[in-house]
């Protein structure tokens, strides 16, 4: 089997996945499983919060599909992906193991990475700039969802405190000023994790923690952030030639770019163009031999 490297957008140069949580029933394990299924790339970086520890000591809850991502993960490491884990603050226990391994995977605190087109990003978790942890998960709960309700709620409860002879009080501003604070929560969160970049004089940095994946300029810093596979399922990914992008795997379209079915039969278009002797669509083919030996020199 040969597959075009050029064109193939299955292979990446590098993914970075955070928070997945595995020990907790929100985890989004199978979600996580189909799409390292359909990604390889030539380094993979876990930036925290993959295990946790924290509901693993409170209520063991360790599923299959749990096993299967650490399974999946380690047989990448054994095929050539380079592996980088940054523990987080939910498994903080294995940042006693920096600078170690384990199998081939490499423990730790933080790290630099350099884009194929040489900018540097710094890659860290995150929680060390963090005071309220659960901030992010309530801003979705609330402003997705519930802010929409509360407009329709808010004149249901003033028509009972009318009745009661109350005056009118709104409920809905006043989530709403509690959401603003969680926007304004997050903003910090952001602006405090680009300031500590540009003390390191790199050109970007790479975080979790918050749940919530972004990549836009904070000042003359990129921040980047990975998301998670709790609430979403989001993977912060490099291509081959140093472009930066997020990958939504609830999002349709994006799973059909990266199914491995749709893209045998990309292939062999491709082949079939090739063989009519079109100009510019000779396809880059490359062995998985090959693919290995790349990764390896990396
Ligand atoms: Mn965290």
């Keep these: 089997m040969s597959f075009s490297v050029e064109r193939d957008p299955a292979t990446l140069r590098t993914i970075w996945i955070s928070d997945i949580h595995l020990g907790t029933k929100h985890s989004r394990a199978e979600d996580l499983l189909s799409f390292l299924k359909c990604v390889e790339s030539e380094r993979l970086y876990l930036v925290g919060d993959i295990i946790d520890g924290w509901a693993l000591s409170r209520n063991w809850l360790w599923k299959q599909a749990h096993n299967d991502v650490v399974q999946k993960l380690l047989r990448k490491s054994r095929k050539g992906t380079r592996i980088v884990y940054i523990p987080g603050n939910h498994d903080a226990f294995a940042r006693e193991y920096t600078g170690l391994r384990f199998g081939d995977i490499l423990v730790e605190r933080e790290c630099v990475h350099t884009l194929a087109d040489g900018r540097r990003l710094l890659v860290l978790h995150g929680d060390e700039f963090d005071g309220i942890i659960r901030y992010a998960r309530w801003l979705q709960v609330l402003g997705a969802i519930a802010y929409g309700f509360a ?148």
């Design 151 to 298: 407009l329709g709620l808010n004149s249901v409860f003033n028509r009972v405190r009318l009745a009661m002879g109350r005056p009118y009080w709104s409920l809905s501003a006043y989530l709403k000023k509690r959401t603003k604070k969680a926007l304004q929560y997050i903003d910090d969160f952001e602006t405090l994790v680009a300031e500590r970049a540009q003390q390191e004089g790199v050109d970007g940095v790479v975080c979790g923690h918050i749940h919530q994946a972004e990549m836009r300029p904070i000042d003359n810093t990129l921040y980047l952030n990975t998301g998670d596979w709790v609430e979403s399922c989001t993977a912060l990914v490099e291509h081959m030639d140093g472009t930066l992008e997020i990958l939504d795997w609830t999002d349709v379209a994006t799973r059909e770019r990266f199914d491995p079915e749709r893209r045998t039969s990309l292939d062999q278009q491709e082949l079939f163009i090739h063989g009519d002797g079109l100009p510019g669509k000779v396809p880059y083919i490359a062995t998985p031999e090959l693919l290995l030996t790349r990764s390896k020199e990396a």
